[in-house]
């Protein structure tokens, strides 16, 4: 009982002990009792709707109009709305046209560009696992220009080697004096400022870039960092002479060189086309088949890759030619990462999930 309520109490007691014997024994209560109850409990009635009156007042001054219930969504200043189901942008990820097949079936899903990296790098080597697809190895070499539009990591890993050797858009604009083309595939060495070809060399026959290599040895003999020796590199991937027909010529290429490899003839020309499918022929000569099996280590693909490519540096950082390096391996490891076997676990094998060798791969 609060001290309110005893007060009152207190008060009726005295008042009723006052009354006569005679009106207890009658029951009846006096006029002062009855008033003194009647003021005792107005008053209680007052304090306590003055005591309510307090209590919201506080109550309202100490809550914010901005405060949201417990069961609304929290209020985050500057945050974006919430979309509503099925809203989302989807990322599509594009049909492959190399060899007219699709990477989803649908032609478009759902997910971020980096799931969309992941899947089409694990499509692409499930594909060339079961000898299919651009990566298959009895596909020989991919039909066409591959994507470059950043979901093919082969492609991408094609382009970022051209790029560090020259292929670059602000760069090649230094063609368009010799009125040579300016596309990546009529790159010639030092942009044409030693020797430019007659014609854009992505429009040369064979025998007429065999010809513009030979007269470009000699123009540039004592020239090159790094060697004595002239240079005849060309398109997009600076493709030399040497490889591109061994020691033969472009009526008679020698055998396995790439134009031997590839069946290329004299009147075939050296179009974007031709330049991919040499570049592909020449990453799987670095192993590429094997990497992507498991056969080989990353490093050992890669320092076969610097063999190839002057502008790349070892794994270890050395520059093969001494010519300059703009490549390093850690520039082409997100491809690296994309292009390895998915690894997966199972408790039952007690041998390495790396598949048997061909008599003709070599473990590095």
């Not at 609060?2 to 029951?27: M, N, P």
């Not at 089409?120 to 696992?129: F, N, P, S, W, Y």
Request: aromatic share 4%.
């Amino acid at each position: 009982m609060d001290l309110l309520s005893k007060r009152i109490v207190e008060q009726v007691r005295q008042k009723a002990q006052a009354r006569s014997a005679e009106q207890i024994a009658k029951g009846v209560m006096s006029k002062d009792t009855k008033q003194a109850i009647s003021e005792s409990t107005a008053t209680m009635n007052r304090m306590r709707e003055a005591m309510q009156d307090v209590v919201a007042k506080t109550i309202s001054e100490r809550t914010p109009d901005n405060i949201p219930s417990r069961i609304s969504e929290p209020v985050i200043e500057g945050a974006p709305e919430k979309p509503e189901k099925g809203s989302r942008e989807p990322y599509e990820l594009e049909v492959d046209t190399i060899g007219n097949e699709a990477l989803d079936s649908s032609g478009k899903t759902e997910m971020s560009k980096e799931e969309a990296d992941y899947e089409t790098g694990k499509k692409l080597r499930e594909e060339a696992l079961k000898g299919k697809g651009i990566m298959a190895p009895t596909d020989g070499v991919a039909d066409g220009v591959q994507p470059t539009d950043g979901k093919d990591p082969t492609q991408d890993l094609l382009d970022r080697i051209a790029f560090g050797e020259g292929a670059d858009p602000a760069k090649l604009v230094a063609q368009e004096k010799h009125g040579i083309g300016t596309t990546q595939y009529d790159m010639v060495y030092n942009y044409g400022d030693t020797l430019a070809p007659s014609k854009p060399v992505s429009e040369m026959t064979m025998k007429e870039l065999y010809d513009f290599q030979t007269d470009l040895i000699n123009a540039t003999k004592g020239t090159v960092p790094g060697t004595n020796l002239g240079t005849s590199a060309v398109g997009k991937y600076q493709v030399i002479r040497k490889s591109l027909f061994g020691s033969g010529t472009a009526d008679k290429p020698a055998k396995n060189s790439w134009a031997d490899k590839l069946n290329l003839k004299a009147d075939t020309v050296y179009t974007p086309e031709i330049q991919e499918k040499i570049a592909m022929l020449a990453l799987k000569e670095a192993g590429y088949e094997s990497f992507i099996r498991g056969g080989k280590t990353e490093k050992a693909f890669h320092d076969k890759i610097a063999n190839i490519w002057a502008s790349v540096a070892k794994a270890s950082g050395k520059d093969t030619y001494g010519q300059g390096v703009h490549t390093l391996k850690a520039d082409l490891d997100p491809m690296y990462e994309l292009l390895k076997p998915v690894k997966t676990e199972n408790t039952n094998r007690t041998t390495s999930p790396r598949p048997m060798l061909r008599p003709d791969e070599e473990e590095e």
